[in-house]
């Protein structure tokens, strides 16, 4: 497979090259779009109220503040490239989990905002230049998201009341967060790497998330569920 090489400097650059340039980057323009603010309103607005104390508010506010201004930033670069609305198609089925105990929201934020930490470094790459300026920006908030998650996580394994909660929250959301990443086969994928938008395949990005929260999970003594690289939907 040919790959282009070239930087798109902007939306006039990337409709120069051509209606196929714009639909790739498009699609992951779109996906952010609706996924940031999905995630913001069905697990960070509701988690606020789950927060056991009024510096954890406060954090999750944080939160969910970043997270509605990611939906924002993407929704410019939607608008610049002159794209239909990103909110005419569903968001990610991981956002069908159903949140319900803040020992849920911390191992979700350890996990599942981990995804976006790696889906979000293979575009710090990408030849469309504003989607690649926007994703070095947005890095260090999801990072923090991943991290409020992880600190908190690893408190509730020390306690024995909430250790076997983690458990069960791992169980859940590790098999849950993988289609996150799309099907093994793909042509959306191999559009976007074709383009120079995305670098790895679905099944590497997913192999990545899954050594990244394997280390993450076994390092606080819990159990890893059985899972594969592969996913078809």
């Not at 609706?34 to 009024?54: C, M, S």
């Not at 510096?55 to 939906?71: D, F, N």
């Amino acid at each position: 497979m040919s790959v282009f090489s070239g930087e798109v400097p902007d939306a006039e650059a990337a409709h120069a090259l051509g209606r196929h340039y714009v639909s790739a980057v498009g699609k992951v323009v779109a996906s952010h779009v609706r996924n940031e603010l999905t995630g913001a309103a069905v697990f960070d607005e509701p988690a606020i109220g789950l927060a056991p104390t009024p510096r954890e508010k406060w954090l999750v506010c944080r939160i969910a503040m970043e997270e509605y201004g990611h939906h924002l930033k993407f929704q410019r670069l939607a608008a610049d490239l002159r794209l239909a609305d990103p909110q005419s198609h569903p968001p990610l089925s991981v956002f069908e989990f159903e949140l319900s105990t803040w020992v849920e929201f911390v191992v979700l934020k350890a996990i599942v905002d981990l995804a976006e930490v790696v889906l979000m470094d293979d575009l710090v790459g990408c030849s469309y230049l504003p989607l690649r300026r926007l994703a070095l920006t947005l890095l260090p908030e999801e990072r923090f998201h991943v991290s409020f998650g992880a600190v908190r996580t690893k408190e509730m394994v020390g306690r024995a009341d909430t250790r076997p909660a983690v458990q069960d929250a791992v169980d859940a959301l590790v098999p849950f967060t993988l289609p996150f990443f799309g099907r093994s086969r793909s042509s959306n994928n191999e559009a976007f790497r074709r383009w120079g938008i995305k670098r790895r395949t679905n099944d590497e990005a997913r192999a990545d998330f899954i050594e990244r929260t394997r280390t993450f999970v076994e390092q606080l003594g819990l159990r890893y569920p059985e899972v594969s690289v592969s996913w078809n939907g």
